[in-house]
């Protein structure tokens, strides 16, 4: 099986293998292994198949080819994919099917890449295990008994067990970076408004921003590189031109470490290992008292769940989604179907939300997180005076069991620590896979992708 789409396209022009094979094997996999992982909600196989039909048949007549032609990709369940279910995996939104296309997917669709599936993740994109869908966990597809990260846990899990090439997710506090760590992936959260939200569905509309996940750096650089850039349908979105990624790019050489007490000793490990080789190649790593480690988890959740039960206040019983089938009156109808739609998470956060926007807390919370905000977007401007590139780990420990954590959300909260540092700043930050799915991640400064890019080419020449 070819494990890059760069590999499936140099054996597609030496007549090695056809894309209707590659998709064969893809759907093969699929068919053995989702049963038990949960990755996927839904396989596209009949179109997939067709499009690769298409491709080859493009090919065997000389047409050119687009440039991500036959490359196959999964969708996490809260990006809108025309004519396919969409649910967020809960179930306040069971049967709606999408009728258009979310940007990415317009994009990718138009560059040649095959949809094979749809992934399944925590409800509404909340979590950092993948245990709050309401279509069950998401089993790790190599440690059997544990989590593969969340809340883009099916995305990753897909992606490392062979389902696809590149796997998309949505990122709001570590989503995409976390578990592409625990599934040994490249994981990347593109700079805010770097790439569309258009069509995908929002949780906290300041700190979203989806982007790719894949066991393939090259694979991932190429589908980043299809989905960025402006869109007149999402204001968010920024005008920066998009520069093509170049092995020739200047390899960073000033790092800021953020390395925190209380690591897992195998992640310490694989940090202090990935520091030697950095200092012993000439770079210049120095390890940063960071300041704000206490205000990070309280600011991320203060703003997020404010956003979110701003956002989710629409999912009412009323227009589209589950509608409770006894209510007596309107008050009833919105309460029970909101009540009987959503998780416990989803529910928890929506409460949380509700009360720091309250007349009485607004300012106590709101207001004073907003600041914070700042403070912190700061503070990293000012390290990017003095270094290229800021590295922390992705997660202070390993992947942890199934159920480990379920029973005390502020454990599984914390597990988020080092991740939300970027979405709260903004800043584009790529993790990269160390040893015993472990992983550090790299934030960069605001639109300097390529800069992650060189210093994970860079660790990767070293044996990191």
């Known amino acids: 099986m070819t494990t890059s789409y760069i590999a499936l396209r140099g054996a597609v022009e030496r007549g090695e293998m056809t894309f209707t094979q590659a998709v064969e094997r893809f759907l093969q996999q699929i068919q053995e292994r989702n049963p ?17 039909h298409q491709w080859d048949a493009a090919w065997k007549v000389g047409q050119s080819l687009p440039p991500l032609a036959g490359l196959v990709y999964v969708h996490k369940d809260n990006i809108a994919v025309a ?12 049967g709606y099917v ?7 997917i317009e994009r990718l669709r138009k560059a040649g890449a095959i949809c094979i599936g749809r992934a399944n993740c925590d409800e509404f994109a909340m979590g950092s295990s993948n245990e709050n869908s309401a279509f069950g966990p998401v089993q790790h597809p190599y440690l059997e008994g ?47 408004g770097r790439v569309s939200r258009y069509g995908l569905i929002a949780y906290a509309s300041s700190f979203d921003q989806i982007g790719p996940l894949a066991r393939s750096l090259e694979d991932l650089i190429a589908v980043y590189e299809i989905i960025a850039g402006f869109d007149p349908r999402d204001a968010t979105t920024a005008a920066e031109d998009i520069i093509p990624f170049s092995s020739d790019e200047a390899i960073p050489q000033r790092w800021a470490l953020l390395s925190p007490e209380g690591m897992h000793p195998v992640v310490e490990s694989a940090i202090s290992s990935l520091v030697e080789n950095l200092r012993s190649a000439g770079a210049l790593v120095e390890k940063i008292d960071f300041p704000y480690w206490d205000y990070l988890i309280p600011t991320y959740y203060i703003l997020t769940t404010a956003e979110a039960s701003s956002n989710l206040a629409r999912y009412d019983g009323v227009r589209y989604g589950h509608r409770t089938k006894e209510a007596p009156n309107m008050e009833s109808l919105y309460a029970r179907s909101r009540s009987e739609g959503f998780g416990r998470e989803v529910k928890r956060r929506i409460l949380l939300g509700t009360f720091v926007l309250s007349a009485g807390y607004y300012d106590a919370y709101y207001t004073k997180a907003q600041k914070v905000r700042r403070l912190l977007y700061d503070y990293t401007e000012s390290l990017f005076e003095s270094y290229d590139v800021i590295a922390l780990p992705t997660s202070a420990t390993p992947p942890f069991r199934l159920g480990e954590k379920t ?46 890019f060189a210093a994970a080419y860079a660790l990767r020449h070293m044996g990191s």
């Open 36 to 52: 038990h992982i949960n990755a996927l909600l839904e396989v596209y196989d009949i179109e997939a198949l067709e499009q690769a």
């Open 407 to 452: 029973q005390d959300p502020i454990q599984m909260y914390l597990s988020d620590l080092f991740t939300v540092y970027a979405n709260l700043t903004g800043h584009p930050s790529l993790q990269i896979p160390l040893h015993s799915y472990t992983g550090i991640q790299l934030i960069a400064p605001l639109f300097k992708e390529n800069r992650l």
């Open 83 to 94: 004519g396919h279910k969409l649910s967020a995996a809960s179930r306040i939104l069971g």
């Open 98 to 104: 999408s009728p258009f296309d979310a940007t990415v």
């Open 146 to 192: 544990y989590v593969p990260g969340g809340s883009s846990g099916g995305s990753a899990a897909a992606a490392a067990a062979g389902f696809c090439h590149v796997a998309l997710g949505s990122d709001t506090g570590g989503s995409i970076r976390q578990p592409a760590a625990f599934c040994g992936l490249y994981g990347l959260k593109p700079t805010y």
